[in-house]
């Protein structure tokens, strides 16, 4: 159990175009959902805390009108990359939670940004 | 503020040999820690954590950890080594919040 997929796993768009990455948690609910953001040798940066039906909580530094969330159900959570740019290339990663005192985080399998 | 270390960028060990990857942690109150291991181009998998309990945990694939409070470490263990362990290895911290704090990561090498 606990298992979570992303949907793509590798996209590549052109600089101004908008990109929508999918995390589903397959068969758990999940309470709450989490966006990181790693690049190349290094450690997974936390983009955002996505709750269901509520609005995302970005870290500081993550332009929110750049990365949209929607965490529209207990299963679904996007992340929309919009008006991409070369620098948004990178490894995106969520991590779904179950239950409201879980500290342990299902990682799904990331997706590959490459913006030409 | 929750941190976490993992002082060393890279370990390499023979094949059968016992194999340690370090980190240390900083939080107020009770910590919450994770092991996860990364293959490339993959997500994040769970190893093992300790929440509460005794100090020796044991997880996945043969991997332990031992919390030490008093040093305020967490590191990683395992008694024989296998080429296919060769990954990326992170600690992360968790605390009142359910955010993780993760380390800079340790590559694992493990020569046949």
């Known amino acids: 159990g606990a298992v979570v997929s992303q949907h793509p796993s590798r996209v590549i768009c052109k600089s101004g175009t908008s990109v929508k990455i999918e995390c589903r948690s397959l068969d758990f609910q999940a309470t709450t959902m989490f966006w990181y953001r790693q690049f190349p040798k290094q450690s997974l940066m936390l983009m955002a805390t996505s709750n269901e039906g509520s609005k995302a909580t970005y870290e500081q530094g993550v332009e929110k009108d750049k990365f949209l969330i929607n965490h529209a159900s207990l299963t679904l959570s996007t992340l929309t990359v919009t008006s991409a740019h070369p620098e948004d290339s990178s490894f995106y990663i969520c991590?779904?939670?179950?239950?409201?005192?879980?500290?342990?985080?299902?990682f799904g399998p990331g997706t590959r940004l490459t913006v030409t | 503020a929750q941190s976490v270390a993992q002082p060393e960028d890279q370990v390499n060990v023979a094949e059968g040999n016992p194999l340690t990857v370090k980190c240390t942690y900083s939080v107020s109150g009770n910590p919450y820690l994770f092991w996860y291991v990364q293959y490339p181009n993959r997500g994040l998998q769970f190893l093992l954590k300790?929440?509460?309990?005794?100090?020796l945990v044991k997880g996945s694939y043969g991997f332990e950890a031992e919390f030490n409070k008093s040093q305020t470490s967490f590191h990683l263990k395992k008694p024989s080594a296998l080429v296919s362990d060769s990954a990326l290895y992170f600690c992360a911290v968790g605390g009142a919040t359910n955010k993780l704090i993760f380390g800079t990561g340790t590559l694992l090498a493990v020569q046949p």
């Open positions: 300790y929440i509460t309990g005794d100090n």
């Open positions: 991590s779904a939670t179950r239950g409201t005192k879980s500290y342990e985080q299902y």
